[in-house]
C-alpha cells in the first residue's frame, strides 16, 4: 500500500520560495507518474505539476510555469515542488499525488494523496 506526505510548507512573503517535498512508501513508487495538487480555502483542488516516472516528462499549470520546478529521486522514494516567486493568491494546501500510470496524463489522476501541507504567502 502507498503511503504519502508532504512536508515544507510554511510561512512566505510574497515573491518568496518554498521547497515542498513528497516523502513516499512502498516499492513501486518509481513505476508511476507523480504530481503536486493545491487547495485553497472554498476552492476546489487544482493541478499544479507532474512528473513522469523515470522524470524525464513534466507538466505545469499555466500559472506556474517559469516559476515553479517538479522533480523526483526514486533512489529516496521523494518528490519536490521548487515554487519560487510565489504569490499570495496561492496560499494553499499542497498535495503530492501518485497516478497509476507511467506517463504524465492530463487531468491527472492520482490514485493516492497524501495529507497536505500548508503554504501560506503573506501580502
Known amino acids: 500500500q502507498v503511503q504519502l506526505v508532504e512536508s515544507g510548507g510554511g510561512l512566505v512573503q510574497a515573491g518568496g520560495s518554498l521547497r515542498l517535498s513528497c516523502a513516499a512508501s512502498?516499492?513501486?513508487?518509481?513505476?508511476?507518474?507523480m504530481g503536486w495538487f493545491r487547495q485553497a480555502p472554498g476552492k476546489e483542488r487544482e493541478f499544479v505539476a507532474a512528473?513522469?516516472?523515470?522524470?524525464?516528462?513534466?507538466y505545469y499549470a499555466d500559472s506556474t510555469k517559469g516559476r515553479f520546478t517538479i522533480s523526483r529521486d526514486n533512489a529516496k522514494n521523494m518528490v519536490y515542488l521548487q515554487m519560487n516567486s510565489l504569490k499570495p493568491e496561492e496560499t494553499a494546501v499542497y498535495y503530492c499525488?501518485?497516478?497509476?500510470?507511467?506517463?504524465?496524463?492530463?487531468?491527472?489522476?492520482?490514485?493516492?494523496w497524501g495529507q497536505g501541507t500548508q503554504v501560506t504567502v503573506s501580502s
Open positions: 499525488g501518485q497516478d497509476s500510470v507511467a506517463f504524465v496524463r492530463i487531468p491527472m489522476a492520482p490514485k493516492y
Open positions: 512502498g516499492r513501486t513508487f518509481s513505476w508511476y507518474a
Open positions: 512528473i513522469s516516472r523515470d522524470g524525464g516528462s513534466t
